[in-house]
């Protein structure tokens, strides 16, 4: 853990595209597209090449984070939200005004044991995450390096 780095949470449905996918991506890499949420785009613009991710599989059964990965490329327009055809249009995101950004991501590494969101609500420690807070969806969110800290000892074992 570096002091020079920042922790998110990324949410990603696993029938949309999972750690598993992320792990059979050319180079274990791929661009963190179709965010349309202002907060959550506020957060991605604010990370830095170097920072490390809490990969989270919502919607899935349980809920749980089931890797690491960290960011490879700084936030940049998405060029989805200018295309038409694709389901991220966003006709007032325009390429000489872009609304929505995305970034590039690593994986860094599989959990062999997924931390269910159950067992990351038993964590005292844990009580003000973003991710544990009632009513608190978005899918990039910050993890406070405490928080960041005790959830590798939790998956360490």
Known sequence: ??????????????????????GKAPGRKTCWDGVRNYQARNYM??????????????????????????????AYPDPTAFDKQHRHYDPKSKPE????DMVDIR???ILTRPL??????????????????KGSRLS??????????LILRLVEG
């Not at 005004?97 to 929505?100: D, E, I, V």
């Open 107 to 109: 994986l860094v590494k």
């Open 140 to 149: 990039v969110q910050p993890v406070r390096t405490a928080e960041w800290a």
């Open 45 to 74: 613009r604010a990370m830095k090449v170097g920072d490390r991710l809490f990969f989270y599989h919502s919607n899935a059964d349980p809920p749980a984070i089931v890797g690491i990965a960290e960011v490879v490329r700084e």
């Open 97 to 100: 005004k872009p609304l929505w």
């Open 1 to 22: 853990m570096s002091p020079n780095h920042t922790y998110w949470l990324i949410k990603s449905e696993p029938s949309a595209f999972s750690i598993d996918d992320l």
């Open 116 to 133: 269910s969101l159950d067992r990351l609500r038993q964590e005292p420690g844990l009580k003000g995450m973003e991710l544990l807070r």
